[in-house]
């Protein structure tokens, strides 16, 4: 299977197993510069129900291992979940450091054979070039590792 392929079966399997009631579309778009993915809020113009579009950039997950593409797409359904996608009032370090939080505490229930690995990966934001996910990711750096 493909990677573009893994992370759009993976995106609905987690979908599922987070019993997430809104739609969500995972779809390939290249354009996406400094993430590897994101996720936007929509809302459908005939029901008025929410949706959301989760982009990737099918050159950017090449480069991830699969254990890393379910935590990537796992830090995208919790900025969903948490109400980032509609709500902007708090800062972009919180929301990520927030988002970051969830998908490891999600990642240790359901896949913690990954999760040790999903800890230590946070170490190597600290000299991350992007100012906003280095200050987030520094600050679970540091709760997570004393
Ligand atoms: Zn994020």
Not at 63 to 78: D, G, M, N, T, V
Not at 118 to 125: A, D, E, H, P, T
Request: hydrophobic residues 30%; positive net charge; charged residues 30%.
């Amino acid at each position: 299977m493909n990677k573009e392929k893994y992370f759009e079966n993976t995106t609905e399997k987690l979908h599922k197993l987070l019993k997430i009631h809104s739609d969500v579309f995972a779809k390939q778009d290249n354009r996406l510069k400094n993430n590897i993915a994101n996720i936007q809020h929509y809302i459908y113009k005939d029901t008025k129900e929410d949706c959301y579009l989760l982009r990737y950039n099918s050159n950017n997950i090449k480069k991830y291992p699969k254990w890393q593409l379910i935590h990537i797409i796992f830090h995208e359904l919790a900025h969903l979940v948490l109400g980032h996608c509609k709500d902007f009032c708090i800062s972009k370090v919180d929301r990520e450091y927030r988002a970051e939080k969830l998908s490891l505490l999600w990642t240790k229930q359901y896949y913690p054979e990954y999760y040790r690995r999903s800890i230590n990966y946070l170490g190597k934001y600290k000299t991350y070039r992007i100012k906003i996910y280095r200050e987030a990711y520094t600050k679970l750096w540091k709760e997570f590792h004393g």
